[in-house]
């Protein structure tokens, strides 16, 4: 099942098209979608689309965003891990965005905090990936927190000025990097 990381309470692996139904939970809930633009999935054929999307990325580039489900239940917590990123963000290209997303029920219990340390270190020394950058949103503070916990170093407050799929145009958008 393309497991990659196994950490106290977590396994992390590549995400599958079983896994529509946790990732549908997640992305169709608008308190998830409040820093990402509000915009939240609606149907299970966006989902799917998503998980194709992410899939085509490990062909094509050897990396996308990985899943992160619960050892005790087996159930689909989200996602994390990297992104490699071709279009232009904050004067930016060809670099990994590091992010996360996990599904509601699940937030709280430092599972991403335990699934980015996890993910960021496999990042680093298995794949021995450089230029790795963050961006949230200015007032999304657990993130912020979550990225400051691990590692990441707070470089400056950008206007978002790429692609506008989970931000608004000029949106204020922290700038982190992950210093190595
Ligand atoms: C961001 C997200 C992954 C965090 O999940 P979580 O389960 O709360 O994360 P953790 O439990 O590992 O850690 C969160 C930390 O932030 C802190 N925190 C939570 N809300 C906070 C707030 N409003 N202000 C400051 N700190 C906050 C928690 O106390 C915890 O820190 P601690 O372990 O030192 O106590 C989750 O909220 C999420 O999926 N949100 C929707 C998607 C999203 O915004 N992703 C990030 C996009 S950049």
């Known amino acids: 099942m393309e497991q ?6 977590l396994i992390i692996r590549h995400l599958m098209p079983t896994d529509e139904k946790g990732m549908f939970l997640m992305d169709t809930n608008a308190a ?33 965003r990985w899943a992160v489900l619960e050892k005790e239940t087996n159930e689909f917590v989200g996602w ?6 071709q279009d232009m963000v904050n ?3 060809d670099h990994y965005d590091f992010g996360y ?6 937030w709280g219990k430092g599972y991403a905090t335990e699934s980015a340390l ?15 950058y963050a961006m949230t949103d200015i007032d999304n503070l657990a993130s912020r927190h979550v990225l400051e916990k691990i590692g990441f170093t707070l470089v400056e407050i950008f206007k978002y000025d790429a692609e506008p ?3 608004e145009p000029d949106a204020p958008t922290t700038w982190y990097e992950y210093k190595q």
């Open 4 to 9: 990659l990381i196994e950490t106290e309470r």
């Open 32 to 64: 998830v979608h409040k820093y990402l633009g509000n915009h939240p999935l609606k149907t299970l054929e966006e989902v799917r689309k998503v998980i194709q999307f992410v899939r085509q990325q490990y062909t094509d580039l050897g990396i996308g």
């Open 80 to 85: 994390t891990g990297f992104k490699y990123m």
């Open 91 to 93: 004067k930016h290209v």
């Open 101 to 106: 997303r996990l599904r509601q029920e699940f």
């Open 118 to 132: 996890a993910a960021l270190k496999y990042g680093i020394t298995t794949l021995r990936l450089k230029d790795i």
């Open 165 to 167: 799929t989970w931000r």
